[in-house]
């Protein structure tokens, strides 16, 4: 069964900067596409995008332009560069896979998720 664990998240003021990075352990992950989701406080997991198994995204309104997907293979991992953020990007953050994108899939286990805070 496929383990995912995010890690990176703190706190920024806004218009700063973060990277997170999502770490997943499955033989698979070559052939996966990889979602964000972010769970604000008080509100349920939301879809942001997905970085597809070629390394392409595909981005929400809500981050186009300020967030940017990448992944390294070779470590199985997918990171979240995260810029010009904003107190509205405040929330745990999570990947899993894409299943509408990844073929013969099945879900994997969510990880704990990192928390991003963004305040004075």
């Known amino acids: 069964q496929a383990q995912l664990m995010e890690s990176g998240g703190g706190l920024v003021q806004p218009g700063g900067s973060l990277r997170i990075s999502c770490a997943a352990s499955v033989s698979t992950f070559n052939t996966s596409a990889l979602a964000w989701y972010r769970q604000p406080p008080g509100s349920e997991r939301e879809y942001i995008g997905t970085i597809f198994a070629h390394g392409s995204g595909r981005y929400e309104e809500s981050i186009k332009g300020r967030f940017t997907f990448s992944r390294d293979n070779g470590k199985k991992t997918v990171y979240l560069q995260m810029n010009n953020l904003k107190p509205e990007d405040t929330a745990v953050y999570y990947c899993?896979?894409?299943?509408?994108?990844?073929?013969?899939?099945?879900?994997?286990?969510w990880g704990p998720g990192t928390q991003v805070i963004v305040s004075r």
């Open positions: 899993n896979v894409d299943l509408r994108y990844t073929v013969g899939s099945r879900p994997w286990n």
